[in-house]
């Protein structure tokens, strides 16, 4: 367990900062390579050997090597000292992979892709903003923000009163929706949310891996 971890991506990549927010969280040091799947040419060759799929995150440890963002951060969990990021009952451990469900198969496509890309990306980079796409995500953003914030039963964090690997999932994709103006509007309807973004926002890992 000497060997540094080795984490592959782009730092501003959603599911890249989630990896390193677990590490973070964890107090495990670690070396980052760069890769850029959206460059000329798509994912190097030498990459496409760790991800057959081209995707980021991948993820070697002393020889153990690991690709998708869930897995690797559970893996981190398990096999690292410092706090639990697992929530040790049965019940809250449940609602934790519920939320994390939620996020990949709901929430990364409407709040990221479908409301700041084409709010805040697209324009910054020249491309026209979709509309009409913003107008038909917001339906589905305001049922996202809802389930998620259900999940909590009134409890600090997603899956109940501690830090949990759905907050560290969440919190990347709420970064760059909460850029948006369509976000305060929506996170003000959604009983607290917005506290927990407040909660979430300021700790030190989310300082720590800030995308330059």
Same mark, same amino acid.
């Given at each position: 367990m000497h060997d540094l971890p080795t984490l592959y991506g782009a730092s501003y990549s959603v599911y890249v900062?989630?990896?390193? =927010?677990?590490? #973070?969280?964890?107090?495990?040091? *670690?070396?980052?390579?760069?890769?850029?799947?959206?460059?000329?040419?798509?994912?190097p060759a030498e990459y496409l050997a760790r991800q057959p799929f081209?995707?980021?995150?991948?993820?070697?440890?002393?020889?153990?090597? =690991?690709?998708? #963002?869930?897995?690797?951060?559970? *893996?981190?969990?398990?096999?690292?000292p410092g706090p639990p990021l697992s929530p040790g009952e049965p019940r809250r451990r449940a609602r934790m992979n519920q939320a994390l469900s939620i996020l990949d198969g709901h929430a990364y496509r409407t709040l990221v892709w479908d409301i700041y890309v084409e709010r805040v990306s697209n324009p910054a980079s020249g491309k026209p903003t979709d509309e009409a796409r913003i107008a038909r995500a917001l339906p589905d953003a305001k049922r996202c923000l809802r389930a998620l914030a259900a999940l909590s039963d009134g409890g600090a964090f997603l899956a109940g009163p501690d830090l949990s690997l759905a907050d560290l999932h969440a919190a990347p994709m709420f970064e760059y929706f909460m850029r948006t103006p369509e976000a305060l509007p929506l996170m003000a309807e959604v009983a607290g949310l917005g506290q927990w973004w407040q909660r979430i926002s300021a700790r030190d890992s989310m300082r720590s891996t800030a995308p330059t």
């Open positions: 900062r989630t990896v390193r =927010l677990t590490l #973070a969280e964890k107090g495990v040091a *670690y070396r980052q390579v760069e890769v850029d799947v959206f460059a000329p040419g798509g994912p081209g995707r980021i995150p991948a993820f070697d440890h002393a020889g153990f090597a =690991l690709y998708e #963002a869930t897995a690797i951060a559970r *893996y981190i969990d398990e096999v690292f």
